[in-house]
């Protein structure tokens, strides 16, 4: 894990967690930056639990703010659909 894109949130219980950031992007639709982030954690199917915001990217310190409205939410799931589409075709190309 590069440190560098990592940063730590004190929850709810005092617990200090930390998050790796996977990537950052400013959608022109909304005109906000968001942040796409993982605690490393698997859920119940194995699957790595994967978190987004919205962030103020000049704000220190790094405020991370509520995805508002399903549209942000499909907006976000289609650039990791695409992530993961072309992560699976890079990996089919190193296999062939």
């Known amino acids: 894990m590069n440190k ?5 949130v ?3 219980e005092g617990k200090e967690i930390e998050f790796e950031v996977l990537f950052t992007f400013e ?21 790595i639990r994967v978190y987004a915001s ?4 000049e ?8 995805v508002e409205t399903e549209r942000e939410w499909k907006i976000i799931e289609t650039i990791l ?7 699976k075709k890079n990996k089919e ?4």
């Open 54 to 57: 919205v962030f103020v990217p």
């Open 93 to 96: 190309e190193e296999n062939n």
């Open 27 to 47: 959608s022109d639709e909304t005109k906000k930056n968001y942040m796409v982030y993982t605690d490393n954690s698997k859920d119940d199917e194995g699957n």
């Open 81 to 87: 659909q695409s992530i993961e589409e072309e992560n």
């Open 10 to 12: 004190i929850d709810k």
């Open 59 to 66: 704000a220190e310190p790094l405020e991370l703010l509520p």
């Open 4 to 8: 560098e894109n990592t940063f730590k």
